[in-house]
């Protein structure tokens, strides 16, 4: 089953693009910057090398040039 | 650094004291940063005490702190020094904050260094601008060039990791500073430079650093968010959610709404990418 959303234009987002990688977030987009606002788990997952390149990939695919990683407040 | 290229900064090091030799008085644009430290100290070792005067441009956009350093090592070393305030706030083509405002700061800073050293017998005056500078954008430089401003270091060919290593073996504590440009290149362009806002950043920066990072730091600024950067592997140890929030928790007590750290690290000149005026 494919967890991807769609834009109202059918292009993949970035937050349906990195949720198929079990990185769940919303995505506050500003320009050329994504701010991603996650749990404290995805937060721990992303200290990972490997999986932040990933993301950062996936976001420049999408257009954007900067990512940053904000805690999601209770 | 290489053998090759040790040996090239120390060749680069003898062109440096000929050109100095050949101006015989100068008057430098100092910040304190690695490059004008640098060439400060040569010049002071090269043509005595008298002969070298280091000038200080202060304003807001200035940290504290590196003017703290800047004093410092200017005091360990001999160096004079005199400090001009600047006043790149209250030009409206420089807190527009457009791409070039480099050129507006730089333009008021040489504007009133040329003929304040001119006034104290020094005619040439220069910059600390090297070799890896040439390549980048930096609006500044032309600011520089139309007020006749030289760049030995550049001249001598000079990089920055030369500068450190020549620095290092003179005994210059900047020689593993990271590196501190203004404090208005934490914000991105078209976003005003305000008194206000310079003074939240160097406050949050200086908080961060609180916390014990040494390695290079940024606060980008996006209105409400913080975008904070951090070396690699500062990064990796910030990335876990109790130090996370930590390093929040800091952030929004110096006054900012919201805190986010970038993935990627820092990285210079990083809203320039951000809006497309260097590489990605």
């Not at chain 1, 932040?52 to 407040?73: D, M, P, S």
């Not at chain 2, 930096?138 to 007020?147: I, T």
């Not at chain 2, 160097?202 to 390695?215: H, M, N, P, Q, S």
Request: aromatic residues 6%; neutral net charge; hydrophobic residues 40%.
């Amino acid at each position: 089953m494919s967890i991807r959303r769609e834009t109202a234009g059918g292009e993949p987002t970035l937050e349906g693009a990195l949720a198929e990688r079990g990185l769940v977030v919303r995505v506050e987009p500003r320009a050329g910057l994504a701010v991603l606002i996650a749990d404290e788990a995805t937060v721990a997952r992303l200290g990972d090398t490997e999986l932040r390149r990933t993301a950062l990939a996936l976001a420049r695919e999408h257009g954007f040039t900067h990512v940053a990683i904000e805690l999601r407040t209770r | 650094m290489h053998a090759n290229d040790d040996a090239q900064a120390a060749e680069n090091e003898v062109l440096l004291i000929q050109w100095l030799r050949g101006a015989a008085r100068v008057a430098i644009g100092y910040s304190g940063g690695v490059d004008s430290a640098y060439l400060a100290v040569v010049a002071r070792n090269t043509l005595g005490m008298h002969h070298v005067l280091a000038v200080i441009g202060r304003s807001a956009s200035y940290p504290a702190a590196q003017w703290a350093a800047a004093r410092q090592v200017a005091e360990s070393f001999g160096i004079l020094v005199a400090e001009l305030d600047t006043d790149e706030l209250n030009d409206p083509k420089y807190a527009a904050n457009p791409s070039n405002r480099c050129y507006f700061c730089k333009s008021e800073l040489w504007s009133r260094l040329v003929p304040f050293a001119s006034r104290f017998g020094f005619q040439t005056v220069v910059d600390g601008t090297n070799a890896d500078d040439l390549g980048d954008h930096r609006p500044g430089a032309q600011a520089a060039h139309e007020q006749g401003i030289r760049s030995p270091l550049a001249d001598c060919g000079f990089t920055k990791s030369q500068i450190r290593h020549r620095s290092r073996l003179l005994g210059i504590p900047t020689w593993s500073q990271p590196s501190s440009p203004c404090l208005s290149s934490r914000l991105p362009y078209g976003t005003r430079v305000t008194t206000e806002r310079l003074a939240l950043i160097e406050e949050t920066e200086r908080a961060i650093r609180r916390l014990g990072i040494v390695d290079d730091l940024r606060v980008r600024y996006h209105d409400d968010l913080a975008r904070v950067e951090l070396s690699c592997d500062e990064l990796a140890h910030w990335l876990v959610p109790e130090r996370f929030a930590r390093l929040r928790d800091v952030v929004v007590a110096a006054g900012f709404p919201r805190m986010a750290l970038d993935l990627r690290g820092f990285r210079s000149g990083s809203l320039n990418v951000l809006h497309g005026v260097g590489a990605a």
